[in-house]
């Protein structure tokens, strides 16, 4: 499901269409934006460890060297990763919307955002310390 909804919400034509809009200075040659974000897909969604083994996988499909998709990540303009945070949420608000899945809010008048601190467990690697994810404090 979730892929499907990645699917419909990221169609290689649209973002394509979005990011010859978007782009300040960047252009589109060989390369389409719409690989390079397959590509990131499969790193993101883990279905390959990395841009390398995602590109070996589609090689024939790509139509420029590793060297050339490198190069283009690296190039990415700041504004267009902040541009595709709030494309990927206008897409997904018309999915929620289209599936009549808003919630109601949890306190009226006030944005609440749920963090479930799992990303804080386990240790601290430039201190050395160990901390306890919930609640938050340091443990022993």
């Known amino acids: 499901m979730a892929r499907a909804v990645l699917e419909r919400s990221f169609h290689p034509d ?11 200075s960047q252009y589109t040659r060989h390369l389409l934006f719409s690989t390079l974000f397959d590509l990131m897909m499969q ?16 090689r024939e499909d790509i ?3 590793r060297k050339a998709v490198y190069d283009k990540l690296n190039g990415l303009e700041p504004e267009i990763s902040a541009a595709l945070v709030g494309y990927s949420a206008e897409q997904a608000g018309r999915v929620i919307t289209s599936l009549e899945a808003t919630r109601t809010p949890l306190l009226r008048d006030y944005r609440v955002k749920i963090l479930d601190g799992n990303a804080l467990g386990g240790r601290d690697r430039l201190s050395g310390r160990t901390w306890c994810a919930l609640p938050l404090h340091r443990q022993g």
């Open 14 to 24: 649209q973002l394509n269409a979005w990011f010859e809009q978007t782009a300040q």
């Open 43 to 58: 790193v993101v969604t883990r279905q390959q460890p990395s841009i390398h083994a995602a590109y070996q996988g589609a």
């Open 63 to 65: 139509p420029v060297t």
